[in-house]
């Protein structure tokens, strides 16, 4: 399971439990309505920001990968030249 998919379970587990909170407390409806509201945005908000790290972690390893592809593209490519000179060079 990935790390992502264990702290959205997490985070969904932390909503749902907070909600079910503020729903029993015993306190006014217009209150409850508030908490539960202003918890909805601390939530999305927390959401939103580990779905943007979780972004950017994706994008620094690809391109970490394009960097790697290019190195041993290039090197596998002065191989080639270099195997092509010793061809015409033994041919010669």
């Known amino acids: ?14 909503a749902v439990g907070a909600a079910l909170g503020v729903l029993f407390a015993p306190d006014k409806g217009w209150n409850t ?4 509201s202003k918890k909805a945005e601390d939530i999305t908000d927390d959401l939103r920001e580990k779905f943007d790290e979780f972004l950017d972690s994706i994008s620094v390893k690809v391109d970490e990968a394009k960097e790697d592809f290019a190195d041993i593209s290039e090197k596998n490519r002065a191989k080639t030249d270099e195997t092509k000179k010793e061809a015409k060079t033994a041919t010669a």
């Open 1 to 14: 399971m990935s790390s992502g998919k264990i702290l959205l379970g997490v985070l969904a587990g932390v």
């Open 33 to 36: 309505r508030k908490r539960i």
